[in-house]
Nanobody, 125 residues
Protein backbone atom coordinates (compact mmCIF):
# COMPACT_ATOMS: atom_id res chain seq x y z
CA UNK A 1 0.00 0.00 0.00
CA UNK A 2 1.41 3.35 -1.03
CA UNK A 3 1.07 5.96 1.68
CA UNK A 4 1.71 9.60 0.92
CA UNK A 5 2.16 12.33 3.48
CA UNK A 6 1.95 16.02 2.67
CA UNK A 7 3.38 18.76 4.84
CA UNK A 8 4.30 22.41 4.65
CA UNK A 9 0.91 24.05 4.47
CA UNK A 10 -0.03 27.05 6.58
CA UNK A 11 -1.21 30.62 6.66
CA UNK A 12 0.67 33.19 4.60
CA UNK A 13 0.03 36.71 3.39
CA UNK A 14 -0.49 37.45 -0.28
CA UNK A 15 2.86 37.67 -2.02
CA UNK A 16 4.45 35.20 0.34
CA UNK A 17 5.82 31.72 -0.22
CA UNK A 18 5.33 28.20 1.02
CA UNK A 19 6.99 24.90 0.19
CA UNK A 20 4.87 21.79 0.29
CA UNK A 21 6.40 18.34 0.61
CA UNK A 22 5.07 14.96 -0.41
CA UNK A 23 6.82 11.96 1.05
CA UNK A 24 6.21 8.27 0.56
CA UNK A 25 6.57 5.72 3.31
CA UNK A 26 9.16 3.00 2.74
CA UNK A 27 9.84 3.53 -0.96
CA UNK A 28 11.11 6.04 -3.48
CA UNK A 29 9.33 7.77 -6.34
CA UNK A 30 11.76 6.58 -9.03
CA UNK A 31 9.11 5.20 -11.35
CA UNK A 32 6.16 7.30 -10.29
CA UNK A 33 4.46 10.36 -11.60
CA UNK A 34 3.46 12.74 -8.82
CA UNK A 35 0.71 15.29 -9.08
CA UNK A 36 -0.42 18.14 -6.88
CA UNK A 37 -4.08 19.10 -6.75
CA UNK A 38 -5.98 21.81 -4.89
CA UNK A 39 -9.49 21.62 -3.57
CA UNK A 40 -11.77 24.23 -2.09
CA UNK A 41 -15.06 23.43 -0.37
CA UNK A 42 -17.84 22.54 -2.75
CA UNK A 43 -15.61 22.19 -5.79
CA UNK A 44 -13.73 19.44 -7.56
CA UNK A 45 -10.01 19.03 -7.13
CA UNK A 46 -8.09 21.22 -9.54
CA UNK A 47 -4.79 20.13 -11.00
CA UNK A 48 -1.87 22.33 -10.00
CA UNK A 49 1.28 20.63 -11.24
CA UNK A 50 2.90 17.26 -11.82
CA UNK A 51 6.28 15.67 -12.34
CA UNK A 52 7.52 12.48 -13.88
CA UNK A 53 10.19 11.68 -11.30
CA UNK A 54 12.19 9.33 -13.54
CA UNK A 55 13.23 12.13 -15.87
CA UNK A 56 12.20 15.24 -13.93
CA UNK A 57 9.85 16.52 -16.60
CA UNK A 58 7.23 18.80 -15.11
CA UNK A 59 3.97 20.44 -16.08
CA UNK A 60 2.02 23.33 -14.56
CA UNK A 61 -1.48 24.67 -14.70
CA UNK A 62 -1.51 27.94 -16.58
CA UNK A 63 -2.15 30.13 -13.54
CA UNK A 64 0.78 28.56 -11.68
CA UNK A 65 3.43 28.98 -14.36
CA UNK A 66 6.24 31.22 -13.22
CA UNK A 67 5.10 31.09 -9.59
CA UNK A 68 5.23 27.40 -8.65
CA UNK A 69 8.06 24.92 -9.07
CA UNK A 70 7.83 21.17 -8.63
CA UNK A 71 10.91 19.05 -8.05
CA UNK A 72 12.11 15.91 -6.30
CA UNK A 73 15.06 15.52 -3.98
CA UNK A 74 18.13 13.63 -5.14
CA UNK A 75 17.05 10.45 -3.39
CA UNK A 76 13.64 10.69 -5.09
CA UNK A 77 11.89 10.13 -1.79
CA UNK A 78 10.23 13.54 -1.60
CA UNK A 79 8.53 15.79 -4.12
CA UNK A 80 8.36 19.47 -3.35
CA UNK A 81 6.00 22.16 -4.57
CA UNK A 82 7.59 25.57 -4.10
CA UNK A 83 4.88 28.20 -4.21
CA UNK A 84 5.88 31.83 -4.61
CA UNK A 85 3.90 35.04 -5.11
CA UNK A 86 0.90 33.41 -3.49
CA UNK A 87 -2.54 34.88 -4.07
CA UNK A 88 -5.75 34.49 -2.06
CA UNK A 89 -7.06 32.40 -4.95
CA UNK A 90 -4.39 29.81 -4.16
CA UNK A 91 -6.15 29.00 -0.90
CA UNK A 92 -7.31 25.41 -0.52
CA UNK A 93 -6.35 21.94 0.60
CA UNK A 94 -3.42 20.67 -1.41
CA UNK A 95 -3.14 16.97 -2.13
CA UNK A 96 -0.31 15.02 -3.63
CA UNK A 97 -1.05 11.92 -5.64
CA UNK A 98 1.01 9.13 -7.16
CA UNK A 99 0.69 7.16 -10.35
CA UNK A 100 3.05 4.29 -11.12
CA UNK A 101 4.57 4.89 -14.51
CA UNK A 102 7.02 6.91 -16.57
CA UNK A 103 6.46 9.38 -19.36
CA UNK A 104 4.32 12.50 -19.37
CA UNK A 105 2.58 13.14 -16.07
CA UNK A 106 -1.17 13.65 -16.13
CA UNK A 107 -3.45 16.51 -15.17
CA UNK A 108 -6.54 14.41 -14.45
CA UNK A 109 -7.18 13.26 -10.90
CA UNK A 110 -8.56 9.98 -12.19
CA UNK A 111 -5.08 9.12 -13.48
CA UNK A 112 -3.69 8.81 -9.96
CA UNK A 113 -4.08 5.75 -7.78
CA UNK A 114 -2.75 6.93 -4.43
CA UNK A 115 -3.49 10.10 -2.50
CA UNK A 116 -2.26 11.84 0.60
CA UNK A 117 -4.46 13.31 3.31
CA UNK A 118 -3.95 16.90 2.19
CA UNK A 119 -2.45 20.00 3.72
CA UNK A 120 -4.25 23.32 4.15
CA UNK A 121 -2.88 26.43 2.48
CA UNK A 122 -4.49 29.74 3.36
CA UNK A 123 -3.42 32.96 1.69
CA UNK A 124 -4.71 36.14 3.30
CA UNK A 125 -5.20 39.37 1.37
Amino acid sequence: QVQLVESGGGLVQAGGSLRLSCTASRFSFDYYRIGWFRQVPGKDRDWVSCISVSDGSARYAESMKGRFTIASNNAKTTVYLQMNSLEPEDTGVYYCAADLGIGTCQDLSISYDFWGQGTQVTVSS
